[in-house]
């Protein structure tokens, strides 16, 4: 079945610190591949999207993400994590509709 | 910017009631959706509409139905809610019917968070 996994529920990191949240998907060709956010009591913003082309693609807020064929993969990134960072981070792909990954909760610590 | 307005943040219903699900969106989008949110599982599609009147199912729409009857406008009925309904109901609308649906960018509402009790 098509699908996009996010194998991480809960991640912690302290500011300023590297981060990757992981992505696979599971489509027989390359989908259309996104990123969004949901900061707490609010919707979902994209972060950013990959339809073709460059694989390393750049986002809103410091973050980047990065198209890998061979892995099915699709993980974001951001060097320095900032306190506001912290959120729940959701993969998305497909064709005709979008399918979801069941998020990544991202917590900070000082 | 694009608005996507949910008309309530929470709701409180009794099992059995009609519930009724508003979202509106002023950019003149022609998709809108619906989605449940619930821990673990995601973002879960109910249904999704393409043009007035139109509706298409998504993937859990079991217990619920849509109305568009303008292109702004897209509400989710419950028609006879149950407990198992209490999720956080997310709605968003995307620009343009393409061949690939999916190549278009969601724009969400906040979400209601409905509570039956």
């Known amino acids: 079945a098509q699908s996009v996994t996010q194998p991480d529920i809960h991640i912690t990191v302290s500011e300023g610190a590297s981060l990757e949240l992981r992505c696979n998907y599971s489509?027989?060709?390359?989908?259309?591949l996104f990123w969004y956010v949901q900061s707490p009591g609010q919707g979902l913003q994209l972060l950013l999207k990959y339809f073709s082309g460059d694989t390393l693609v750049q986002g809103i807020k410091g973050f980047e993400a990065e198209f890998k064929r061979s892995q099915s993969s699709f993980n974001l990134r951001k060097p320095s994590v900032h306190w506001s960072d912290a959120a729940e981070y959701f993969c998305a792909g497909g064709y005709q509709k979008v399918t979801f990954g069941t998020g990544t909760k991202l917590q900070v610590i000082p | 910017d694009v608005k996507v307005t949910q008309s309530s943040r929470y709701l409180v219903k009794r099992t059995g009631e009609k519930v009724f699900l508003e979202c509106v969106q002023d950019?003149?989008?022609?998709?809108m959706f619906w989605y449940r949110q619930d821990p673990g599982l995601g973002l879960r599609l109910i249904y999704f509409?393409?043009?007035?009147?139109?509706?298409e199912k998504g993937d859990i729409p079991e217990g619920y139905s849509v109305s568009r009857e303008k292109k702004e406008r897209f509400s989710l009925i419950l028609e006879s809610a149950s407990t198992n309904q209490t999720s956080m109901y997310l709605c968003?609308?995307?620009?343009?019917?393409?061949?690939?649906?999916?190549?278009?960018?969601?724009?969400f509402g906040a979400g209601t968070r409905l509570s039956v009790l």
């Open positions: 489509y027989g060709a390359t989908p259309y």
């Open positions: 950019m003149d989008h022609e998709n």
């Open positions: 968003a609308s995307s620009l343009q019917r393409a061949r690939y649906l999916a190549k278009n960018i969601q724009y």
């Open positions: 509409s393409y043009d007035v009147k139109m509706k």
